[in-house]
């Protein structure tokens, strides 16, 4: 199984990028996906999840800016970021579940991506 995220760049703030996770080798569509992010010299942390029926949890931090989406055709799912702050900047990890439920914790999840980085100058 691999999940091969890509979109990440360099914006500035106020900007947008759309980040996405594209599977293989199993399929996502009745499980949870997510996607985490660190930033340098923190810890990684939860940003958004969505599950098996497309609902939907975020960050405070993102909500209101950042959207997640997923394509079960494409066995893909996306993280679209609009209003992007310098404080975005991090590398970014999707990441999957082998269950149905979004969990905040990185643990609860069973396959990652290899992470792309976003920057966002001020």
């Known amino acids: 199984v691999q999940l091969q995220a890509s979109g990440g760049g360099l914006v500035q703030a106020g900007g947008s990028l759309r980040l996405s996770c594209a599977a293989s080798g199993r399929t996502f569509s009745n499980y949870a996906m997510g996607w985490f992010r660190q930033a340098p010299g923190k810890e990684r942390e939860f940003v958004a999840g969505?599950?098996?029926?497309?609902?939907?949890d975020y960050a405070e931090s993102v909500r209101d800016r950042f959207t997640i989406s997923r394509d079960n055709a494409k066995n893909t799912s996306y993280l679209q970021m609009n209003s992007l702050k310098p404080e975005d900047t991090a590398v970014y990890y999707c990441?999957?579940?082998?269950?149905?439920?979004?969990?905040?914790?990185?643990?609860?999840?069973?396959?990652w991506g290899q992470g792309t980085l976003v920057t966002v100058s001020s």
């Open positions: 969505v599950n098996w029926r497309d609902g939907t």
């Open positions: 990441a999957g579940r082998t269950k149905s439920f979004i969990r905040r914790s990185q643990e609860e999840y069973d396959y």
